[in-house]
């Protein structure tokens, strides 16, 4: 069985700017979460889909966007940039979600880096 | 009380040894908890997972819950430098969709 896929693995932008990071679950996974991993703040999550409905939200300012598609595979978009926001961008899927059983398996990530 | 606490590190640990990685929770999140390793640069990948009290042994690690304390352990027995790696221990949070993770371990075996 295929792993979680992102798009694209690395991205460079210029402040301003902004981005779509794409994420493609594990077959048969219906929730996709995303996370932001720096080297001072860890990882921190972002937001949570399930069934093209967002469940969750992270303390991230409104410039940070998703959604996910009927085949499950999720999109993440980040508006004018700034250089705090370069970091790895980690995509994980699941069955069902962050339930007390359901294993969360990670993507490759997307390294994004502002200049 | 944050959520879920490491020790950051960084460990290190002769080659052979047994390494032992610690992590308290708060009362904020389900009793069930994760390890991942995350190599540099990589992504986190699943080591064990546990949701009852006592041990759980799977090859040279096991992972041990003590809900009283509040306290989840990862023992990796006859430690190889390809363990060198960040481990991340995770809970889900009580009645939200998200797991939360702690600031990582950073260890590092030692020939």
């Known amino acids: 069985k295929a792993g979680v896929t992102q798009t694209p693995r690395y991205l460079i932008k210029t402040r301003g700017q902004q981005v779509t990071l794409s994420c493609s679950p594990i077959?048969?996974?219906?929730?996709v979460s995303w996370y932001q991993q720096t080297p001072g703040q860890g990882l921190q999550f972002l937001f949570e889909?399930?069934?093209?409905?967002?469940?969750n939200k992270g303390n991230f300012p409104g410039r940070f966007s998703g959604r996910q598609f009927s085949n499950s595979r999720s999109e993440m978009n980040v508006s004018t940039l700034e250089l705090g926001d370069s970091a790895l961008y980690l995509c994980?899927?699941?069955?069902?979600?962050?339930?007390?059983?359901?294993?969360?398996?990670f993507g490759p990530g997307t390294r994004l880096t502002v200049l | 009380q944050k959520e879920v606490e490491q020790n950051s590190g960084p460990l290190s640990v002769p080659e052979g040894a047994i390494a032992s990685l610690n992590c308290t929770y708060s009362?904020?999140?389900?009793?069930?908890f994760f390890w991942y390793r995350q190599y540099s640069g990589k992504s986190p990948e699943l080591i064990m997972s546990?949701?009852?009290?006592g041990d759980k042994e799977d090859g040279r690690f096991t992972a041990q819950l003590n809900k009283a304390s509040q306290y989840v352990s990862l023992l990796i027995r006859d430690s190889q430098p390809s363990d060198s790696a960040t481990y991340l221990c995770?809970?889900?949070?009580?009645?939200?969709?998200?797991?939360?993770f702690g600031q990582g371990t950073r260890l590092t075996i030692n020939p």
């Open positions: 994980a899927s699941s069955f069902l979600g962050a339930l007390s059983t359901d294993t969360q398996y």
């Open positions: 077959s048969g996974h219906r929730s």
């Open positions: 889909y399930f069934s093209e409905t967002q469940r």
């Open positions: 009362d904020r999140v389900s009793q069930s």
């Open positions: 546990i949701y009852s009290n």
């Open positions: 995770a809970a889900p949070n009580q009645g939200a969709q998200k797991l939360v």
